[in-house]
C-alpha cells in the first residue's frame, strides 16, 4: 500500500521555467521531508517541515507543508539542469510499520 | 559524501544464498536505517537501530534480519535469497531516533540474484 502519491510521475522543461511538484497522502504525517536522488547515489535530503502550514525556502527551492499535515509541494523557481534529479517526499510517525513512508517520486528532467 | 559507508558497492549472488551488507553510520550518529529502493516498489523502509536496540519495524521479510553492533555499525543480512530481492539497499543514519531527525543516506549497495 502507497500511502503518498507524488505527482508528476514524469517532469521535463526547459531551464528557467518554474514547476511545482506534490506529495499527497490521506493520511497524516508528523513530519515532512524533500530528498533529491541521483542515479546510483543514495538520496540527499532538501528539507525537513514538521508544522501545518510550515513553508520554508532553499535558495530557488520553496516548500510548503499542508495545514493538515497530509500534503506537501515543492516549487522550483528557474529550473537549471542542476536541479535534475529524482524527487522523493518522505513521510515520518512516530511509530509503526510505516513509521517511514517514501513518496512514488518525481523525475524531474531540466533541458538546457 | 554524505559520511555514510556501506559495502559492499555491488553484490552478485544466487538464488538460495545467504548474503550479508554493511554499513558504518557517520560519526556521532546513533540511530541507522535499512531501506530496499526496486523500480516497482519505490522506496521502503525495513528497519531502524537505535544504539544497538531496534526501534522501528517497517515491511521487512522474515528471511531479513539485521542488527546494530557496539560500535554502531549495522549489518543487514538477507537469506534464502529469490530473484525478487534484487535491489539497491540503502542504509541511513541519524542522531536521534525520531520521525523527525535528518537521515543522511550512503551510497548503497546493489544486490542482483541470479
Keep these: 500500500t502507497q500511502l503518498l502519491e507524488q505527482s508528476p510521475q514524469f517532469l521535463s522543461i526547459q531551464e528557467g521555467e518554474n514547476l511545482t511538484v506534490y506529495c499527497n497522502s490521506s493520511s497524516v504525517f508528523s513530519s515532512l521531508q524533500w530528498y533529491r536522488q541521483e542515479p546510483g547515489e543514495g538520496p540527499v535530503l532538501l528539507v525537513t517541515v514538521v508544522t501545518g502550514g510550515e513553508v520554508k525556502k532553499l535558495k530557488r527551492l520553496t516548500f510548503q507543508f499542508g495545514d493538515a499535515r497530509k500534503d506537501s509541494s515543492l516549487h522550483i523557481t528557474a529550473a537549471q539542469p542542476g536541479d535534475t534529479g529524482l524527487y522523493l517526499c518522505a513521510g515520518g510517525r512516530d511509530s509503526g510499520t510505516y513509521k517511514y513512508i517514501f513518496g512514488t517520486g518525481t523525475r524531474l528532467k531540466v533541458l538546457a | ?114
Excluded: M
Excluded at chain 2, 559524501?1 to 558497492?9: A, C, E, H, I, N
Design chain 2, 1 to 114: 559524501d554524505s559520511g555514510v559507508t556501506q559495502t559492499p558497492k555491488h553484490l552478485i549472488t544466487a538464488t538460495g544464498q545467504r548474503v550479508t551488507l554493511r554499513c558504518s553510520p557517520r560519526s556521532g550518529d546513533l540511530s541507522v536505517y535499512w531501506y530496499q529502493q526496486s523500480l516497482d516498489q519505490g522506496l521502503q523502509f525495513l528497519i531502524q537501530y537505535y544504539n544497538g536496540e531496534e526501534r522501528a519495524k517497517g515491511n521487512i521479510l522474515e528471511r531479513f534480519s539485521a542488527q546494530q553492533f557496539p560500535d554502531l555499525h549495522s549489518e543487514l543480512n538477507l537469506s534464502s535469497l529469490e530473484l525478487g530481492d534484487s535491489a539497491l539497499y540503502f542504509c541511513a543514519s541519524s542522531v536521534g531516533w525520531g520521525y523527525s531527525y535528518e537521515q543522511y543516506f550512503g551510497p548503497g549497495t546493489r544486490l542482483t540474484v541470479t
